[in-house]
């Protein structure tokens, strides 16, 4: 995405409304890639960038935070996240608020449509970049009524391993398979579960697993529905020959 493609509005303050509301005096509209890196020094406040119909609001609420780092988290916004409304859920809103967190200690978490990041965890691994990745598909997801949490988990660190940008600089990558593992484990090794059967099962599996999820019909019957066996089949399938 080409930086003078998008339009920012900074505000110098993170006033509920000014977020909100119209635009404010001495809010400054930028188009060049020089005026970008300028405004960016600003150290705390709030950021609003549009592009081709999508909207991110960013909310740095630490001082420190690094500005390359927002300013990839920025860019992998309006290139990924398109993406994965194009496959999974054109519906999924297209306004969506990053917030950095100075007092929030775990990684990264999702409300509504809202991801806020620990700066902490940023600050300390700053390659981990793609943790936005998989928040954001939590924002498409947004499942609701009975949906398996491994499910959700392994569904959104699957779309890190495909759509991520990062994730060997930062040391992530789908675990080797082990007996110890279960596909209830969730995360990375729900997710390699997920691809094996996408590339030996059903190429479309994921895809169809997430729509049963949003429509509200999955069920332990969705597996046998689209591979004509049980999850629990399909889990020793995989592990007796668990190469992707």
């Known amino acids: 995405m080409a930086l003078s493609a998008v339009s920012l509005f900074i505000f110098s303050a993170c006033s509920k409304s000014s977020l909100t509301g119209p635009q404010e005096p001495g809010q400054t509209t930028l188009a060049t890639e020089k005026q970008v890196a300028v405004a960016s020094t600003t150290p705390v406040g709030t950021v609003i960038y549009t592009s081709n119909g999508y909207k991110l609001t960013f909310t740095n609420n630490a001082g420190n935070f690094d500005d390359a780092t927002r300013q990839k988290f920025v860019d992998m916004y309006f290139s990924i996240y398109p993406t994965l409304l194009n496959r999974f859920y054109t519906g999924a809103s297209k306004q969506v608020t990053f917030v950095i967190d100075p007092s929030y200690n775990g990684v990264a978490y999702t409300s509504g449509t809202t991801v806020t990041y620990s700066a902490a965890w940023m600050a300390n691994h700053p390659q981990d970049v793609d943790v936005l990745t998989h928040e954001v598909m939590h924002i498409v997801q947004a499942y609701t009524g009975g949906t398996p949490g491994w499910l959700t988990e392994g569904i959104a660190d ?13 040391g992530w990558s789908l675990p080797a398979w082990s007996s110890s593992q279960s596909y209830t484990d969730a995360y ?57």
């Open 158 to 170: 699957y779309v890190r391993y495909k759509y991520g940008v990062n994730n060997g600089p930062a």
């Open 188 to 244: 990375r090794v729900t997710a390699r579960f997920l691809v094996w059967l996408e590339r030996h099962v059903r190429a479309t599996i994921v895809d169809d697993l997430n729509t049963a999820l949003r429509n509200k019909t999955y069920s332990a019957n969705t597996w046998n529905q689209l591979t004509g066996k049980s999850v629990d089949q399909l889990w020793a399938d995989y592990s007796n020959n668990p190469a992707l």
